[in-house]
């Protein structure tokens, strides 16, 4: 089965050795008073700890790092607001060559400067998908620079499995692991990882209600357009791509989907017990745990919280 | 030197011995990025994800595990508002033994909800020491209970030393540890077993400009009661004790007063950088580093990250 995936368990340990000392080896943290809430034993991979905030920085990091010298010499390019632009402006500057980062002539002023922080090219474009597109496949015929897809990258998904593998790797036999879906890198990664190394566990994907084009694609067995992503969620308002469908496809044990409430409940709920700082995109599995969405009574499960990246001036639980 | 000291570090490795499987044995962690912005190395001793979400559960545990069975069963009791009141609490509920916490009639309600939810039997008196005083020893005396000090008991400072305890053993040789000083219990436990474990840190206390008493009081080598303290960092409203006073003069290298303003700039860094939750006391020793009020430019550093209980509906660098 999984020797026909775009990605192997081969893929990704050979990502794993490529990126290592070049991001974290993030911490996995556990709560007696989560579990107790949330009915399981659950081992928290802590990617929002991880360089840049985000699980983001395995996969780029993987796709620089894997180009010949000739072709990392003209640079990479993506389009992108969010921490996968962050991730490959890090791993690019790491390796010395350009990051060209197109972002919508609107991203907020804070996205676009922190790229430039970590030495990003921005390229502005018009606000919508087709331009953002067009502009990045001019950049890559114009200069030659290697187009690195946020989430259907084969090195980006082989990357971002790494941090399922650091997971199982520390915590040994699981009964489950939980990721979110937005583009499916993590969760295609993830799956690939965990279906290895762990045949029986179960793989439980979660998204929220509001943006759930994987789930209703899975259920069908073929892509789906969803209505218009409208989640707090911001990670995850990204369309499945196509390589995650084939992977999730053909892996996935379970699907769970939340309510925008229970995301905001289930951060909250993280911060105050755990004392760690996650974005809601994080927050998604444990909103499936919390709503017993899945059941995983006294189970033990790993979930990937997936970064830590929010405004900490507007937290979601706060009015206005 | 230290052996005239109230506290020993036999005290200590008896009081981690006794803790142990209690407590949790919390996280080391670190970040490249906010070694860049305090120009040393620092490994954070993360007590904001011990129980109860503070170091205080070190001492109230050691406290309670120390009382023979008669004494035990006669309960114990304490005057707090804050941490301390939440850890003697649960450290009675492990050893199924009362606990009187008795607290101001104006007491936040979320306090007292706390201090009830771990068992804590509440006791309301009128909102001054002398009446809190008055009526913890009035509840020791009828009850027979064993009165435990948040910060001035010889073994709650016993077993806050056991944290740095685990830092040093942790990390090996630093060049200096820093913590907070309010009513001196950490301090002093901290101080004791680095001297101890090596000989030659050193050892930086902190405290905020406007509750300043234990850095007058070690400047002038006599106690000397502040200005009332009016300070964000809640968990450093009290005086200097006395037997923290005896062990802080005779082993403190350095103390450091911050402002304010650095201790809100250093707690939001933390969050943003490391992704974690620390309360405003948590902050004052990354803020005499922030601010360079020691000189630790390229030294190994520890500090211990006290709590992480803070109120997330009201952070201090927003308005209102």
Excluded at 92 to 114: L, Q
Excluded at 256 to 276: D, F, H, P, Q, Y
């Amino acid at each position: 089965m999984s020797q026909d995936l775009p990605v192997s368990f081969t893929d990704i340990a050979l990502a794993a050795v490529r990126i290592e000392g070049h991001v974290h080896h993030t911490p996995v943290l556990r709560s007696r008073r989560l579990d107790a809430i949330l009915g399981a034993e659950i081992a928290f991979k802590c990617e929002n700890m991880q360089r840049i905030g985000a699980f983001k920085a395995r996969g780029a990091h993987n796709a620089v790092l894997a180009l010949d010298d000739a072709a990392a010499a003209r640079g990479v390019v993506t389009h992108s607001s969010g921490n996968h632009a962050a991730a490959l402006s890090l791993a690019a500057a790491t390796r010395g060559i350009p990051a060209f980062i197109v972002m919508p002539e609107n991203a907020p002023r804070a996205k676009v400067e922190s790229v430039r922080r970590l030495g990003g090219e921005v390229q502005f474009c018009a606000p919508t998908i087709t331009a953002r597109e067009a502009m990045a496949d001019a950049i890559a015929a114009e200069r030659g620079a290697t187009l690195v897809h946020p989430y259907d990258d084969l090195l980006v998904i082989a990357g971002q499995g790494t941090a399922a593998m650091e997971l199982l790797d520390e915590v040994g036999p699981l009964d489950a692991i939980l990721a979110p879906v937005g583009g499916g890198g993590l969760m295609s990664g993830t799956a690939v990882v965990a279906r290895h190394m762990q045949p029986a566990i179960r793989i439980i994907a979660s998204e929220p209600e509001q943006a759930d084009d994987a789930f209703r694609s899975w259920q069908a067995g073929e892509r789906l357009a969803g209505d218009p992503p409208n989640t707090i969620a911001d990670g995850l308002r990204t369309m499945l791509g196509s390589n995650g469908f084939t992977i999730l496809t053909a892996l996935l044990d379970d699907f769970a989907t939340v309510s925008e409430a229970a995301i905001v409940e289930a951060m909250r709920l993280v911060w105050e017990v755990m004392k760690i700082v996650i974005e809601p995109s994080s927050a998604v599995p444990v909103a499936a745990l919390l709503e017993r969405k899945v059941d995983l009574k006294g189970a033990r499960a790993g979930v990937i919280l997936t970064g830590g990246n929010v405004d900490l001036d507007q937290l979601p639980w706060q009015a206005g």
